[in-house]
């Protein structure tokens, strides 16, 4: 079975890229607002990612382990 190598795009669990736009807190409030009743449009226009980028993050597919690391 062949292992298959890591990309440029594959980090460790709790790792942030260099050139990441939100940090970990970011993520958090941007759960929290959207919670609060906060657009997903809304939410774009101030932390300056895609729509897909914000839903990610609500649906935890991106940032999953934010609360984690700000521990």
Do not use: C
């Amino acid at each position: 079975m062949a292992v298959k190598a890591p990309t440029s795009t594959s980090f460790k669990p709790g790792h942030v890229p260099g050139n990441a736009v939100l940090t970990a807190q970011n993520a958090i409030d941007i759960r929290k607002l959207h919670a609060a009743g906060w657009t997903i449009k809304q939410l774009t226009a101030i932390y300056g990612v895609s729509f897909t980028h914000i839903h990610n993050i609500i649906t935890r597919k991106k940032w999953k382990n934010a609360e984690q690391q700000i521990s």
